[in-house]
C-alpha cells in the first residue's frame, strides 16, 4: 500500500521559515519523480516543486530562489525547505509521487493527505 504522510506545517510570520517532510512507504522511493504541490481555497492546485529520480530539480516561478526540494533515499522522505514566507503562501500542501523517471510526465498518482500552511502578515 502506497502512502505518504506529510508533516512541518504550521502558523509562522511573514519572512519566515518552515519545512515540510513527507514520509513515503509501499513503493520504491528512489525510482519515483516526486513534488510538492499547494492549494489555496478558491484557487487551483498549483506544482511548486519537482525531483525526478535523477535528482534533477525544478521549481515554480512563484517559489524560485525561497523553496528547496530534497529528498532523502534512505530515509524515503520527501522535504521542502521554505524560507521567505509570505502570506501569500498561505494555502494546503501536498506531497505527491510519480512512477516516472522525470517530473514531466504528470503522472502524480500518489498523494498525502495535505499539511496546512498559515503565513501572517
Known amino acids: 500500500l502506497v502512502q505518504l504522510v506529510e508533516s512541518g506545517g504550521g502558523s509562522v510570520q511573514a519572512g519566515g521559515s518552515l519545512r515540510l517532510s513527507c514520509a513515503a512507504s509501499?513503493?520504491?522511493?528512489?525510482?519515483?519523480?516526486s513534488a510538492w504541490f499547494r492549494q489555496a481555497p478558491g484557487r487551483e492546485r498549483e506544482r511548486l516543486a519537482c525531483?525526478?529520480?535523477?535528482?534533477?530539480?525544478m521549481y515554480a516561478d512563484s517559489v524560485k530562489g525561497r523553496f528547496t526540494i530534497s529528498q532523502d533515499n534512505a530515509e524515503n522522505t520527501l522535504y521542502l525547505q521554505m524560507n521567505s514566507l509570505e502570506p501569500e503562501d498561505t494555502a494546503m500542501y501536498f506531497c505527491a509521487a510519480a512512477p516516472t523517471t522525470y517530473c514531466n510526465s504528470g503522472d502524480f498518482r500518489y498523494w498525502g493527505q495535505g499539511t496546512q500552511v498559515t503565513v501572517s502578515p
Open positions: 509501499g513503493y520504491t522511493f528512489s525510482r519515483y519523480s
Open positions: 525531483i525526478n529520480s535523477r535528482g534533477s530539480t
